[in-house]
C-alpha cells in the first residue's frame, strides 16, 4: 500500500527565509510524488510532480523537491519565503490513478 | 469549460436529507475523481470514472454514497440520509486520461462543495 507522511503539521518562517515542508513517502513500487498546494477558499494546484524523470523536480512559484530513494523522502523547499506562499501543503503519492494525500503541513510566513 | 465547477458552493442541510454535489469537469477530460476532505485531513478518495463506468469505488464509506456520470462529462455525487459525520468539503477533480496516459495523474480540482450536515 502507497502512504505518504508529512512531518510537520505547521512550519512558520520569516519572509525572505527558506521554506522546507518535509516528506516521507511509502510505496511497493517506483511511486509518482507531487505537491500540491492549497490556499484558503481555492480549489488544490500542482506545485510539481516527480514520474522518475530526474531527482530533483522545479515546480511554480520558485519551489522545488528532491526525490531520494535510499531516504523515501520528497522534501519541498523554496530559497527564499514570500507572503504569498502562506497556505496548505500537500504530498502526494500515486502509482495508479488514484491520489493519496498526505495530512498537510500549514505554512505561516511572517513579515 | 475553462476549469472544473462545483455547484452548489456551500450547502447546509439537515440530519437525514439527501443531498446531491454536481461536477463539470474540463471539457474533454475522461477521468473525474471525487475527494472528501473534513477539516483539518487532506482530501481523501472516495470514487474515479474513467468515462461513463466508476473505475473505482472503493473509497465510498457506505451504500449511502453513490455517484455517477451518464454521459461521460458532468457528475453527481449522491447522499442519502445525511449524518453529521458526513459534513466536509467534497471536491472534484479531472485528468485528460486515465491509467497509462500521457496526461496519468495530473488532476486538476474544483474548489470544492461545502456541505454541513445539522
Known amino acids: 500500500a502507497q502512504s505518504v507522511t508529512q512531518l510537520d503539521s505547521h512550519v512558520s518562517v520569516s519572509e525572505g527565509t527558506p521554506v522546507l515542508l518535509r516528506c516521507n513517502y511509502s510505496?511497493?513500487?517506483?511511486?509518482?510524488l507531487f505537491w500540491y498546494v492549497q490556499h484558503p477558499n481555492k480549489g488544490l494546484q500542482l506545485l510539481l510532480k516527480y514520474t522518475s524523470a530526474a531527482t530533483l523536480v522545479k515546480g511554480i512559484n520558485g519551489f522545488e523537491a528532491e526525490f531520494k530513494k535510499s531516504e523515501t523522502s520528497f522534501h519541498l523547499t523554496k530559497p527564499s519565503a514570500h507572503m504569498s506562499d502562506a497556505a496548505e501543503y500537500f504530498c502526494?503519492?500515486?502509482?495508479?490513478?488514484?491520489?493519496?494525500f498526505g495530512t498537510g503541513t500549514r505554512l505561516q510566513v511572517f513579515p | 469549460g475553462a476549469g472544473v465547477s462545483q455547484t452548489p458552493s456551500n450547502k447546509v442541510t439537515e440530519k437525514g436529507k439527501y443531498v446531491e454535489l454536481r461536477c463539470d469537469p474540463i471539457?474533454?477530460?475522461?477521468?473525474l475523481y471525487w475527494y472528501r476532505q473534513s477539516l483539518g485531513q487532506g482530501p481523501e478518495f472516495l470514487i474515479y470514472f474513467q468515462g461513463t463506468g466508476a473505475a473505482d469505488d472503493s473509497g465510498l464509506p457506505n451504500d449511502r454514497f453513490f455517484a455517477v456520470r451518464p454521459e461521460g462529462s458532468v457528475s453527481t455525487l449522491k447522499i442519502q440520509r445525511t449524518e453529521r459525520g458526513d459534513s466536509a468539503v467534497y471536491l472534484c477533480?479531472?485528468?485528460?486520461?486515465?491509467?497509462?496516459?500521457?496526461?496519468?495523474?495530473?488532476?486538476?480540482f474544483g474548489a470544492g462543495s461545502r456541505l454541513t450536515v445539522l
Open positions: 471539457s474533454g477530460h475522461t477521468a
Open positions: 510505496s511497493s513500487y517506483s511511486p509518482s
Open positions: 502526494v503519492v500515486s502509482n495508479t490513478d488514484k491520489l493519496i
Open positions: 477533480a479531472s485528468s485528460p486520461s486515465g491509467a497509462g496516459g500521457s496526461g496519468a495523474n495530473v488532476l486538476t
